[in-house]
């Protein structure tokens, strides 16, 4: 069952099939409709698959690819308790019980209609590790990426603010999800997962769908210059995802960087990084297509009632899990 409530905040649109361009004659006209019609695709709002009193986000492009399973949990529903109410809490945590996680996260793999389907999760601490699993390891393997060609096995990783990113190669029918926080952008974690795809499955970038999920947005994530320097250090184009610095005043947005001439307003101590914007960054350079990256503008920080924050709630949030997966024939 599909549905579009309309507590996501954006407008309620199932899929693109209605979207029907008429064929025209000329060659420009042709190609303006095709630009059209890649927009028309790559624009479209996420939907909200309900099922179970849970919600779960999904791309509509990576919906209609009948083998593919995939989805980004939110917060309502589950077993779990948190501040009087029902929460799908779906990572192990010193507040929930080990049995309430495992009932969530049955219930969540239930609501995608991939029961069937094993899960791997990661022991995951910021790194640039990838992992390619052909079957479910016998203990949790260290990493913050994991790839697979193998049918039956569902890719899971949590976060709490830190960017989700699924990847799905249509063509050679692989899958790869990434855990992303500042550490693991600056170490680019999300290139070395397609890096793995390529070498591993022989995937080729640009036929690669990317969906970033929820995480903390540039509105809400503050951190320290030096992780602005960090970045900057690593990447030329760095300087565009802390764009919430730029007032109109300042004549150079990373003065810190320049030091403080005399005469100046003291640098910010501190700065917000849009982090969905950085790993959009890398998956282009990387070599995906813009119409084939699909991005949700939802802030776990602002959206406390749909997410949860690490960054808001500390020890007491709970997880998000976005999973991606090959059905079994
Ligand atoms: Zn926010």
């Known amino acids: 069952m599909i549905k579009t ?22 060659l420009t006209a042709r190609r303006i409709v095709r630009k059209q019609r890649i927009r028309a695709i790559s624009e479209l709002p996420w939907t909200e698959h309900v099922a179970h009193g849970i919600r779960i986000l999904q791309a509509p492009a990576l919906t209609k690819i009948p083998w593919l399973v995939h989805g980004f949990s939110t917060r309502p529903g589950g077993v779990s308790d948190l501040e009087g109410k029902k929460v799908l809490n779906l990572g192990f945590a010193e507040w929930d019980t080990r049995k309430l996680v495992v009932e969530n996260r049955r219930l969540f793999q239930s609501a995608l209609n991939a029961d069937n389907l094993a899960l791997v999760t990661l022991t995951q601490s910021h790194s640039d590790v990838v992992q390619v699993f052909d079957s479910v390891p016998a203990e949790s393997c260290r990493g913050d990426a994991s790839a697979t ?30 855990h992303a926080g500042w550490r693991g952008t600056l170490q680019r974690i999300v290139t070395k997962a397609i890096g793995k795809m390529q070498m591993q499955f022989g995937s080729r970038p640009d036929g690669l769908l ?11 994530y503050e951190v320290g210059t030096e992780v602005a320097t960090a ?16 007032t109109g005043d ?4 990373l003065q810190w960087l320049n ?14 990084l849009d982090l969905r914007k950085a790993n959009r960054a890398l998956l282009l350079d990387a070599g995906l297509p813009a119409q084939n990256i699909f991005v949700v503008d939802l802030c776990t920080a602002c959206r406390r009632d749909l997410l949860f924050s690490y960054r808001r709630e500390g ?3 709970g997880r998000l899990m976005s999973v991606v997966g090959i059905r079994k024939v």
């Open 315 to 317: 020890a007491v949030s």
């Open 210 to 220: 990317a969906a970033i999920g929820p995480s903390i947005g540039g509105c809400c």
């Open 5 to 26: 409530p309309p507590a996501l905040g954006s407008p309620a649109v199932s899929d693109y099939t209605g979207r029907v361009v008429a064929p025209t004659k000329s």
């Open 149 to 178: 060609i193998r049918p039956g096995l569902l890719l899971g990783v949590q976060t709490a603010d830190c960017v989700p990113i699924l990847l799905v190669d249509p063509q050679k029918r692989a899958v790869s999800a990434v």
């Open 231 to 246: 970045f900057v250090s690593q990447f030329p184009n760095a300087a565009d995802w802390f764009d919430e610095l730029r």
């Open 250 to 253: 300042e004549p150079n947005p």
């Open 259 to 272: 030091g403080m001439p005399p005469g100046h307003q003291p640098a910010p101590k501190n700065v917000f």
